[in-house]
């Protein structure tokens, strides 16, 4: 079982910046990949960027160009920097940690909105 605490969420004003941190209980050196999903209201749950062993990302279009994710292998964590935020961006953001391919485990996600 791994344990996913997400923080750093909370308000930003439009064209302003937050950082979401994801730490985990496990190393997360061998991991698969970790990732950041959000869910607005009345929406599915989308990924929004992932950082798989090696170093590859993958975004989503919407928000590619303003969001960077990063690992600190040495402190099991992941970290997603928001920039030129949107009203748009508003939503529950979820971090996914999977050691393996088949295996899931998801914080208790935490808040961003968005708004002047």
């Known amino acids: 079982q791994v344990q996913v605490v997400e923080s750093g969420g909370g308000f930003g004003q439009p064209g302003g910046s937050l950082r979401l941190s994801c730490t985990t209980s496990a190393n997360i050196v061998n991991f698969f990949s970790m990732g950041w999903y959000r869910q607005a209201p009345g929406k599915q749950r989308e990924l929004v960027a992932s950082i798989f062993k090696g170093g590859n990302t993958v975004y989503a279009d919407s928000v590619k160009g303003r969001f960077t994710i990063s690992s600190d292998n040495a402190k099991n964590t992941v970290n997603l920097q928001m920039n030129n935020l949107t009203p748009e961006d508003t939503a529950v953001y979820y971090c996914?940690?999977?050691?393996?391919?088949?295996?899931?485990?998801w914080g208790q996600g935490t808040q961003v909105t968005v708004s002047s």
């Open positions: 996914n940690a999977q050691p393996l391919p088949r295996a899931n485990y």
